[in-house]
């Protein structure tokens, strides 16, 4: 079992930067995949960024060029840097990892305000 932990979300002016951390209880493998993907009010769960090593990255089109995301295993955490945030990025965002499971945190709100 893995049990993952948010943090960083929280309110923001468009335009604005946040970095969300999840921190893993135990230690993750280097090609488990982990993620972060967002639901807004109303809306499906949707994929924001997944990565697998340390170069295998995907983006979802809409943030692309803005968010990046990265991960350190020393520190079992992935972390998502959001720059020039918009008010549709508003969401709850959840941490994802996979490896013969899935794992889902408990999420982290973002609000973005105009």
């Known amino acids: 079992q893995v049990q993952l932990v948010e943090s960083g979300g929280g309110l923001v002016q468009a335009g604005g930067s946040l970095r969300l951390s999840c921190m893993a209880s135990?230690?993750?493998?280097?090609?488990?995949?982990m993620g972060w993907y967002r639901q807004a009010p109303g809306e499906e769960r949707e994929l924001v960024a997944t990565?697998?090593?340390?170069?295998?990255?995907n983006y979802a089109d809409s943030v692309k060029g803005r968010f990046t995301i990265s991960k350190d295993l020393a520190k079992r955490t992935v972390y998502l840097q959001m720059n020039s945030l918009k008010p549709e990025d508003t969401a709850v965002y959840y941490c994802?990892?996979?490896?013969?499971?899935?794992?889902w945190g408990q999420g982290t709100q973002v609000t973005v305000s105009s």
């Open positions: 994802h990892y996979r490896d013969d499971k899935i794992y």
């Open positions: 135990r230690s993750i493998r280097h090609l488990d995949v």
């Open positions: 990565i697998q090593g340390f170069t295998t990255t």
